[in-house]
């Protein structure tokens, strides 16, 4: 279990199985963010998850959809993890950006399901992490096979 604090933003990490549970609490912009797609991604790198829950249904979204995929680009920068299926826990009154955001990560073949309730979001993140964990083995495999 990891947790820290962001400028306006707290979050609280937790290994469950095949996942990570990252909760992010406070005022999410632009710049904090950016800091917590970095901590996620350090945290999920240490344990070696498969999937991830980012749970934001205790955050207060001030960025617009277009935000939000800008520093997940910047994040890909910095880590792998990015290509780790997420699900996005996310309070209702956000929905709008976020599934436009999930949109447009779909096209370049980043997959986040997104959620407003919790047992649905831990569900689709521990098949979608089975999934992903399986897809790496196979990877490792015809890699190893070369």
Known sequence: ???????????????????????????CDRTSQGSVLAACGAYMSEVGACGLVADYSCARLLMTADDLARNLRRAACQSRTIATPAA??????????????????????VVRGIFTVSEDAHRWAARQAQVHEQELRRMGSREAAR
Do not use: K
């Open 88 to 109: 996005l826990l996310v309070r209702p009154d956000d929905l709008p950006q976020w599934l436009a955001y999930a949109g447009s990560l779909a096209q370049i073949g």
């Open 1 to 27: 279990m990891a947790s820290g604090e962001l400028g306006r933003v707290q979050w609280r990490a937790a290994h469950e199985g095949a996942f990570v549970r990252f909760g992010i609490e406070g005022d």
